[in-house]
């Protein structure tokens, strides 16, 4: 089993770039897929992005299509989602998520939290 923690979540001016990072402990990710999820105040939680075992494939929420870019180094244990064009509804708590048998995620990190302000 891994155990990842989220970095690099914080307070950006509207049309400001973020870069989240998730470093996996414990064994190694190549076998999981990754994503990341966020949950605003109020509302559920929501995918944002995905990343295949290759990291040849993404899969993204349709809002945040070409802003956010998610990746993996598997030989850093580390998933990142770099966030440009950030608008004041990205604003939540971003969580990292893993999942080894290609169903559910179900490896979470604590989460980071991101703010854009207008």
């Known amino acids: 089993q891994v155990q990842l923690a989220e970095s690099g979540g914080g307070l950006v001016q509207a049309g400001g770039p973020l870069r989240l990072s998730c470093a996996a402990s414990?064994?190694?990710?190549?076998?999981?897929?990754m994503a990341w999820f966020r949950q605003a105040p109020g509302k559920e939680r929501e995918f944002v992005a995905a990343?295949?075992?290759?990291?040849?494939?993404?899969y993204y929420l349709d809002p945040v299509k070409g802003r956010f870019t998610i990746s993996r180094d598997d030989a850093k244990k580390t998933v990142y989602l770099q966030m440009n064009s950030l608008k004041p509804e990205d604003t939540a708590v971003y969580y990292c998520a893993a999942s080894l048998s290609g169903g559910e995620y179900d490896v979470w990190g604590q989460g980071t939290q991101v703010t854009v302000s207008s």
């Open positions: 414990g064994r190694t990710i190549s076998n999981y897929r």
């Open positions: 990343v295949s075992l290759s990291g040849r494939n993404t």
